[in-house]
């Protein structure tokens, strides 16, 4: 009785969760537009995709400036973290924290228009350079708090031990400290890399006319109605997004299978 | 000393990205734009003219502005009509959240049950939405629910004549839900995971009922949890903006939406900065408030059970 009754309290969770996702895909293969139910099976806004300029130069936009933006914020998060976990005055670090932890506190909304403010203020055109520049911002924070754990993980002796030896710091650094936070460091990139994709609120608020990532494109497609062709992107999208999550979770799953372990899959 | 050459890049960041753009938020939400201020003067030949505080002498008023300093914008934001937005907006959260926290609580409860497979399956099921473009999950809503959307033509060829209007405010809502829920599943899961099968065992062995064995050990321990989900899933609702645009076709405009268009339509920086601020204390009061209940956050590490 009680197995049923959790059985079907999730049946209906996923039916909630994905009837839309489920029926938003089968429509993308409507040959017909939304008039009439069904027009036939085709792959017509497939075809339509491809050859919309705007949603071809939104996507590479997106992903030119999610592996920048990935790319620059972990350089500037990591060296900041190995910094705040080398500072000595405690204070001044707590505050520093605090203080970088604001935009991930704050509500998105409040950040992008601060940006805007300071890029109005300093005179600069809203575009790429703005776009990129507030990516790289927002994604510090969450790169910091992937690497911090992993630095206060590592022995603190080893890379004195390794000075001792006679390894210049940054020999150290590089043999002895790197490749022990490298994962924190790895999971950082990807943190920003997916939160620099899915990006709508603030990039919407620091990006100039002509310039748009996949969001803010979706937003003014959206807007004007329902379009087969967004049916389409959305399905592309899901597939995307769930061949890589098996990919990553594959791993997790055949050792669960072994022994219970308790993670979470991202 | 090392860490302050591998600080300065992020030490920049902090100024440049954090610090200043907060600093012109709140400047621009203390100030107006006026007209610069300036004197009517009379010439010696009998004509009008106007000096600015500089000098200089035109024949026509200045139509220079500059900022300065008032609490106008925050006036402003105590009219009838934005507080009856922001009271919306709150509400829209709130009940978001309520909602939230009915339809995730059992489903954290289901999923870490003793014996309850497929565990892991589920659990990236209810999470993988989240990794699809927030927009993307608005806009499978909205062509379900518009006027010309999918439940209306079934409807329509089921032999309705009228389409059902079912954007609005309810919408709004269910698009939050959804948005959100996973939000509100993950912290509640992973404390619940926690939380040793065997003291429930030993409860009902010494004679407590399920529902006892519920207010007593499993409730307690999930609070941490609760709180949690709650800040994630209000943080992100009373300020959702988009969400209103797409499903509530501009009937139910919240706090975001307002914000937006001060930076679009109505080009008032000064009093959208003056509403941000607004949110901006709200959110943070918000989560201090829910921090202090966390009974984790008083450094009490155990969640007392009896």
Same mark, same amino acid.
């Given at each position: 009785?009680?197995?049923?009754?959790?059985?079907?309290?999730?049946?209906?969770?996923?039916?909630?969760?994905?009837?839309?996702?489920?029926?938003?895909?089968?429509?993308?293969?409507?040959?017909?537009?939304?008039?009439?139910?069904?027009?036939?099976?085709?792959?017509?806004?497939?075809?339509?995709?491809?050859?919309?300029?705007?949603?071809?130069?939104?996507?590479?936009?997106?992903?030119?400036?999610?592996?920048? $933006?990935?790319?620059?914020?972990?350089?500037?998060?990591?060296?900041? $973290?190995?910094?705040?976990?080398?500072?000595?005055?405690?204070?001044?670090?707590?505050?520093? +924290?605090?203080?970088?932890?604001?935009?991930?506190?704050?509500?998105?909304?409040?950040?992008?228009?601060?940006?805007?403010?300071?890029?109005?203020?300093?005179?600069?055109?809203?575009?790429?350079?703005?776009?990129?520049?507030?990516?790289?911002?927002?994604?510090?924070?969450?790169?910091?708090?992937?690497?911090?754990?992993?630095?206060?993980?590592?022995?603190?002796? +080893?890379?004195?031990?390794?000075?001792?030896?006679?390894?210049?710091?940054?020999?150290?650094?590089?043999?002895?400290?790197?490749?022990?936070?490298?994962?924190?460091?790895?999971?950082?990139? +990807?943190? $920003?890399?997916? +939160?620099?994709?899915?990006?709508?609120?603030?990039?919407?608020?620091?990006?100039?006319?002509?310039?748009?990532?996949?969001?803010?494109?979706?937003?003014?497609?959206?807007?004007?109605?329902?379009?087969?062709?967004?049916?389409?992107?959305?399905?592309?999208?899901?597939?995307?997004?769930?061949?890589?999550?098996?990919?990553?979770?594959?791993?997790?799953?055949?050792?669960?299978?072994?022994?219970?372990?308790?993670?979470?899959?991202? | 000393?090392?860490?302050?050459?591998?600080?300065?890049?992020?030490?920049?960041?902090?100024?440049?990205?954090?610090?200043?753009?907060?600093?012109?938020?709140?400047?621009?939400?203390?100030?107006?734009?006026?007209?610069?201020?300036?004197?009517?003067?009379?010439?010696?030949?009998?004509?009008?003219?106007?000096?600015?505080?500089?000098?200089?002498?035109?024949?026509?008023?200045?139509?220079?502005?500059?900022?300065?300093?008032?609490?106008?914008?925050?006036?402003?934001?105590?009219?009838?009509?934005?507080?009856?937005?922001?009271?919306?907006?709150?509400?829209?959260?709130?009940?978001?959240?309520?909602?939230?926290?009915?339809?995730?609580?059992?489903?954290?409860?289901?999923?870490?049950?003793?014996?309850?497979?497929?565990?892991?399956?589920?659990?990236?099921?209810?999470?993988?939405?989240?990794?699809?473009?927030?927009?993307?999950?608005?806009?499978?809503?909205?062509?379900?629910?518009?006027?010309?959307?999918?439940?209306?033509?079934?409807?329509?060829?089921?032999?309705?004549?009228?389409?059902?209007?079912?954007?609005?405010?309810?919408?709004?809502?269910?698009?939050?839900?959804?948005?959100?829920?996973?939000?509100?599943?993950?912290?509640?899961?992973?404390?619940?995971?926690?939380?040793?099968?065997?003291?429930?065992?030993?409860?009902?062995?010494?004679?407590?009922?399920?529902?006892?064995?519920?207010?007593?050990?499993?409730?307690?321990?999930?609070?941490?949890?609760?709180?949690?989900?709650?800040?994630?899933?209000?943080?992100?609702?009373?300020?959702?903006?988009?969400?209103?645009?797409?499903?509530?076709?501009?009937?139910?405009?919240?706090?975001?939406?307002?914000?937006?268009?001060?930076?679009?339509?109505?080009?008032?920086?000064?009093?959208?900065?003056?509403?941000?601020?607004?949110?901006?204390?709200?959110?943070?009061?918000?989560?201090?408030?829910?921090?202090?209940?966390?009974?984790?956050?008083?450094?009490?590490?155990?969640?007392?059970?009896?």
């Amino acid at each position: 009785m009680m197995r049923l009754l959790k059985r079907s309290y999730m049946s209906l969770i996923m039916l909630f969760l994905y009837a839309p996702i489920v029926l938003l895909i089968v429509f993308s293969f409507n040959a017909g537009r939304s008039r009439g139910l069904w027009g036939g099976f085709s792959l017509h806004w497939y075809a339509e995709l491809l050859r919309d300029q705007q949603i071809l130069t939104a996507l590479r936009n997106t992903l030119v400036i999610g592996l920048s $933006a990935a790319a620059i914020s972990t350089v500037i998060g990591g060296l900041g $973290a190995i910094g705040l976990y080398q500072l000595r005055r405690k204070g001044l670090r707590q505050a520093m +924290l605090s203080l970088a932890n604001l935009p991930m506190l704050n509500s998105e909304i409040v950040t992008g228009v601060s940006l805007l403010m300071l890029y109005a203020a300093m005179r600069m055109e809203l575009g790429f350079v703005t776009l990129l520049l507030s990516h790289v911002a927002f994604c510090i924070p969450y790169v910091v708090l992937s690497v911090l754990p992993k630095l206060r993980q590592l022995d603190p002796h +080893l890379a004195e031990a390794a000075q001792d030896l006679g390894a210049t710091p940054f020999k150290a650094f590089c043999r002895v400290i790197l490749p022990d936070i490298m994962p924190g460091v790895f999971s950082g990139f +990807l943190l $920003a890399f997916t +939160l620099s994709i899915d990006d709508f609120v603030i990039s919407l608020f620091t990006t100039g006319p002509g310039v748009t990532n996949l969001s803010i494109t979706i937003f003014s497609m959206a807007r004007r109605g329902i379009s087969p062709k967004l049916n389409a992107l959305s399905a592309v999208i899901f597939v995307v997004v769930l061949t890589l999550l098996i990919i990553i979770n594959l791993p997790n799953f055949k050792q669960q299978n072994k022994k219970t372990r308790k993670e979470i899959p991202i | 000393m090392r860490s302050r050459g591998l600080l300065l890049p992020f030490g920049l960041w902090l100024v440049i990205f954090i610090l200043i753009p907060l600093g012109l938020v709140v400047y621009y939400g203390v100030t107006v734009e006026a007209p610069v201020p300036y004197t009517q003067i009379e010439l010696a030949d009998g004509t009008v003219a106007y000096q600015l505080e500089d000098g200089t002498v035109s024949q026509w008023p200045p139509h220079q502005t500059q900022a300065s300093f008032s609490l106008d914008n925050f006036r402003r934001l105590a009219d009838e009509m934005y507080l009856r937005l922001l009271w919306r907006s709150l509400y829209i959260a709130f009940v978001t959240t309520v909602i939230c926290l009915l339809l995730g609580y059992p489903i954290s409860m289901i999923l870490t049950s003793k014996g309850f497979k497929h565990r892991n399956l589920l659990l990236m099921l209810i999470i993988l939405p989240m990794w699809m473009n927030f927009l993307l999950r608005t806009y499978a809503w909205m062509s379900l629910l518009e006027k010309t959307g999918l439940i209306n033509q079934l409807l329509m060829a089921l032999g309705r004549e009228r389409p059902i209007i079912f954007l609005g405010e309810g919408a709004v809502i269910l698009g939050m839900v959804y948005n959100f829920l996973p939000f509100m599943v993950l912290p509640l899961y992973s404390v619940m995971e926690k939380i040793d099968h065997s003291q429930l065992d030993a409860a009902a062995d010494l004679g407590a009922n399920p529902r006892k064995a519920f207010w007593r050990i499993t409730l307690p321990f999930s609070l941490p949890g609760v709180l949690e989900g709650i800040t994630m899933v209000f943080v992100p609702s009373v300020t959702a903006f988009v969400i209103s645009q797409l499903l509530g076709s501009g009937k139910v405009p919240l706090v975001g939406d307002i914000i937006h268009q001060q930076f679009t339509r109505a080009n008032d920086w000064h009093f959208g900065a003056a509403m941000s601020l607004l949110v901006m204390v709200i959110v943070l009061a918000f989560m201090y408030a829910i921090n202090r209940a966390d009974p984790e956050e008083k450094g009490q590490k155990e969640v007392r059970i009896w």
